[in-house]
């Protein structure tokens, strides 16, 4: 039931703190539930909202270390924003955060949560084994409701067709829709500090509530 993935071991002699929390589920992916935007509009949003109230950017678990991941690697993080601290600048502004479905807006969830990027993957459109490795100069991909993004030193998932995604966005290729029944979820985590397993558990509990996934199973690399 996992699917094959790894970390280029290159990466740690720059970055030495780099993880990926993996997910591996079926589901019927639905419509965004009203039900789900209830919660996360009367129970989560004001405590994340009250939790980084005042607080710098760097300052913020899960974001800040992603930030310096990007700048270790040669990328501007106030130029080429990680998608959580994307997420989490519509929450401090009170902006409403994007309906998508059913998957896509449990993997917001623990985006918003955690302060670490979170993306969800069609393994129908996956092939072969990912690799997560720095993309090299050239290398980009057409993004979700993007134009075309240079991706040259960022680290980005990659199979045997090329690069389809990131910690700051994801391409159009592997993206999850109402099409889509096998479900990778990538937990982009560059914090040692961080309790990935409990993260898993959570994000496993919400995907099975709100997303009614099956056959789940969690690890890391």
Not at 25 to 54: H, Q, T
Not at 119 to 132: M, R
Request: charged share 30%; net charge negative.
């Amino acid at each position: 039931m996992r699917y094959d993935v790894t970390i280029d071991k290159q990466l740690f002699e720059i970055y030495p703190d780099i993880r990926l929390g993996l997910m591996r589920f079926k589901a019927d992916v639905e419509k965004s539930d009203d039900n789900f935007w209830s919660y996360m509009e009367n129970e989560v949003l004001p405590k994340v909202r009250e939790a980084i109230d005042g607080k710098e950017w760097s300052e913020i678990p899960g974001v800040g270390t992603s930030r310096a991941a990007y700048k270790a690697f040669g990328r501007n993080p106030g130029r080429y924003r990680v998608s959580s601290e994307a997420l989490l600048r519509r929450v401090r502004r009170e902006d409403e955060l994007y309906h998508i479905n059913s998957v896509v807006d449990v993997n917001n969830l623990i985006s918003v949560k955690s302060g670490l990027s979170v993306g969800s993957y069609d393994i129908g459109n996956i092939h072969g084994a990912v690799t997560l490795r720095k993309a090299e100069n050239g290398e980009g991909y057409n993004g979700i409701g993007k134009e075309f993004l240079d991706m040259e030193n960022m680290l980005v998932l990659a199979d045997d067709e090329g690069i389809f995604g990131s910690s700051m966005s994801d391409s159009t290729r592997a993206m999850v829709t109402e099409m889509s029944k096998d479900i990778l979820v990538v937990v982009y985590c560059f914090e040692k500090d961080i309790d990935l397993e409990s993260l898993l558990e959570e994000g496993k509990k919400a995907f099975i509530k709100f997303a009614s996934a099956e056959d789940m199973e969690i690890w890391s690399v």
